[in-house]
């Protein structure tokens, strides 16, 4: 049988700090393991720190603990090497939640967005499970749809840092009501909320946009007015930024 889990807030600490210690002090001194070899059992130690994080539902940030960590080695650690361990934990975490029963989709399109805090990820992912088991009678399902024609016409176009929305351009009650929608939305989405919350919060999106599309030409003749529309379709689709990666999920 393994370890118990550490419960208590000190010996959380102190098996989390041991854990990330030793992974990034290994991979900084070319220990990192390849696919038939880990003599110094970095897969285990790994692990071993998202069980601790997961089984405690520990709020983490990975790149910043690594950075510390960094900071403390005896040896120079790189910011190569740090992206290698990052890189390596969230790996060994989407096998975690891949074991557990999640589907690969469930896993990528969470672990895009929430890889770097394995407790939020590994919850949310059950969460977005659970929402796919339900197929199209899902609250999911509705929200891709709204979500999935914005996202591809952004995809599509080289959009520039400073595009913004120009209400003085709008030119029917339908781009109006949109922005208004976007504005209460956003208003309630924060990058630690569940996924049904999320769902719940940008299904109010869905209507708006169908009737957008409905009515509104984006690609129009007129740069000023496409550059308009365009940033508030960037804004719609940002909104599953930090949460999920609507990608990643079949039938987007």
Known sequence: MGDALPQTPPGITVSVADKVDSLVGLIGAGCAPTATADPSGLRRIANGLLLVLI?????????????????????????????????????????VLVDG?????????????RGNNPALAAASVHQLQA??????SSMLS??????????????????????????????????????????????????????PDFLAATADLVEPVNA?????????????????????????ASL??????FNQLPGY
């Open 101 to 113: 029963g999640a589907s690969i989709e469930a896993v990528r399109a969470v672990l895009k967005q």
């Open 240 to 245: 599953s930024e930090g949460i999920l990666d």
């Open 55 to 95: 089984g405690n539902n520990v709020p983490f940030d990975l790149p910043s603990a690594l950075e510390q960590a960094a900071a403390l080695q005896p040896i120079p650690i790189s910011q190569q090497q740090i992206q290698q361990v990052t890189h390596f934990v969230i790996r060994r975490l989407e096998q």
């Open 142 to 195: 509705k929200v891709m749809a709204g979500f999935a024609r914005p996202t591809r016409l952004v995809g599509s176009q080289a959009m520039d840092a400073d595009m913004q929305v120009d209400e003085q351009l709008f030119e029917v009650e339908e781009e109006r009501q949109l922005l208004a929608s976007y504005q209460q939305v956003a208003s309630k989405v924060h990058r630690t909320m569940s996924i």
């Open 131 to 136: 929402e796919l088991s339900r197929g199209n």
């Open 212 to 236: 957008y599309f409905d009515k509104v030409f984006v690609m129009t003749d007129s740069e000023q007015v496409k550059r308009s529309r365009l940033a508030l379709l960037r804004q719609i």
